[in-house]
């Protein structure tokens, strides 16, 4: 469990660690610089904590992969829950398909009040039932990634699956330069050499908050754009299926980071992006978008909302 400033939430998440119908054989919490009471929690309820400055959730997650001692390594952030059954359910696939290298699981979101909002399978149930895939006890098993499963690095989330540490270290761990998509880019290095199971039991509960959803979005939007071309970039590490849905994401991933920075007021940073994007896709949306980035600031701000506007009525 990777931690930084966790004390709202930490205690809950442990809990639902300590609660698993199968016990872990470690349990490591990485305080990353914490300035709150986030490691004095843990400590107390019995948890290993190891203190370092500030790294990352890369640098954090990594950190406890090298700390690791066994085969099997099972992440949890700090504000998400595990089912009773998460790991135990796990393990059953990973030990009927020894070949798989990754286990993810189906999910549900829920908010501040504790609504849920989001179901995982159901949400994107197109995109599953289109995946090649074969059965097995609790799941199924995906031997290759395909392109119609463009929703799959939504089951991807480090809270969601237990991974074989040896393959975490073969393709080099979380890539500390980036502060988003860390997650995608490692999973999909691991994907590029072997199968990986989906648990089709809801075994993990995601809490979306202030936090998690708002802080560093224009941060954000250019550390997913900085992943996305490293995979353009770097094919032989990936999946060809995810190459190819980065090349299609692309255009998409310009613009959004350019919205991100007309938002701060940046606008010749966004103009740059959103050249970029028109080269590879004439899109409404990003001549509105363009549109805005030289116009006074009065009429910018209605063409980005029709901006929005087109992007809610035919789609992002």
């Not at 107390?44 to 904590?49: A, D, E, H, Y």
């Not at 400055?53 to 595990?82: K, M, T």
């Amino acid at each position: 469990m990777p931690a930084h400033n966790a004390a709202a939430f930490i205690r809950e998440a442990i809990d639902s660690v300590f609660a698993q119908t199968i016990s872990p054989a470690e349990f490591i919490v990485i305080d990353d610089g914490s300035t709150d009471g986030t490691p004095e929690i843990a400590e107390s309820m019995g948890v290993r904590v190891i203190r370092q400055a500030n790294a990352g959730l890369a640098g954090a997650r990594n950190r406890c992969v090298r700390e690791a001692s066994q085969p099997w390594v099972a992440f949890i952030d700090h504000d998400d829950l595990w089912e009773p059954e998460k790991l135990e359910r796990q393990f059953e696939i990973a030990a009927q398909n020894p070949e798989i290298a990754l286990v993810s699981c189906d999910f549900t979101v829920f908010d501040e009040q504790g609504t849920t909002i989001r179901n995982g399978r159901e949400t994107y149930c197109s995109d599953f039932e289109l995946q090649p895939k074969r059965k097995c006890a609790g799941g199924v098993v995906v031997d290759q990634l395909d392109e119609r499963f463009a929703s799959a690095h939504y089951f991807l989330v480090p809270s969601y699956v237990m991974v074989r540490r040896d393959h975490l270290l073969a393709v080099g761990l979380f890539d500390e330069s980036l502060e988003a998509a860390e997650d995608f880019d490692c999973f999909m290095r691991i994907l590029a050499g072997a199968p990986f199971a989906i648990a089709e039991k809801i075994l993990v509960r995601r809490r979306e908050h202030q936090n998690n959803v708002s802080s560093g979005q224009v941060n954000m939007t250019l550390h997913c754009l900085a992943a996305t071309y490293k995979v353009i970039e770097h094919p032989q590490l990936y999946p060809p299926a995810t190459v190819a849905l980065c090349k299609r994401w692309l255009p998409a991933n310009l613009r959004h980071a350019a919205a991100r920075q007309l938002s701060i007021g940046n606008k010749s940073e966004a103009r740059k992006l959103l050249r970029e994007s028109v080269k590879l896709e004439l899109s409404q949306r990003t001549l509105l978008a363009l549109g805005a980035s030289i116009t006074p600031k009065g009429i910018g701000k209605n063409l980005m909302t029709a901006r929005y506007f087109v992007s809610k009525r035919v789609g992002i």
